[in-house]
């Protein structure tokens, strides 16, 4: 598996990624101090969805090594951050958060792909950065805070 990442797109998903888990450690420093994070490597394999074209076979996979964030608090099962892949239509990557209880999912929103949104219109979201997407009103993405973490952390683990 390859741990020097030459891709640049794949290097800036796992800055990303590695931004994500300092952030998820702040909160987790309020929410629960008790909390024991730990990181895990994990091989990822994906393809490039800019490269697939209709009349060519699918391009080789990409390989590389990322790291997944576990959350072990006192009384309470664990729970995940894990990177899935840096090529997500609409977004560029996707961290699911999985847990006993449920899993959900956050995207990367880039500067260059947000929409500006038209007259009457709800704005699928107004900043860059790490997003969730709501089953109740599924294409909105809602930034990923400490609040949102907090009680997707509850809706996974109990």
């Known amino acids: 598996m390859e741990t020097i990442v030459r891709d640049p797109r794949i290097r800036t998903y796992l800055e990303r990624v590695d931004r994500l888990y300092g952030q998820v450690t702040e909160w987790m420093r309020a929410i629960d101090p008790k909390a024991k994070l730990t990181r895990q490597p994990i ?57 006993p209880f449920g899993s959900e999912k956050f995207f990367y929103i880039p500067e260059e792909q947000l929409e500006v949104a038209g007259p009457g219109d709800v704005p699928r979201h107004e900043s860059s950065g790490w997003c969730w997407i709501g089953s109740r009103d599924y294409g909105k993405f809602h930034e990923l805070d400490r609040d949102l973490f907090r009680r997707l952390l509850e809706r996974v683990s109990r």
């Open 43 to 99: 091989d990822i394999e994906e393809i490039d969805i800019d490269e697939i074209r209709e009349d060519l076979p699918l391009p080789e996979p990409i390989r590389y090594r990322a790291e997944s964030l576990t959350i072990g608090r006192p009384g309470v099962r664990n729970v995940q951050l894990i990177p899935s892949g840096r090529w997500v239509l609409g977004t560029e990557g996707r961290v699911d958060f999985e847990g």
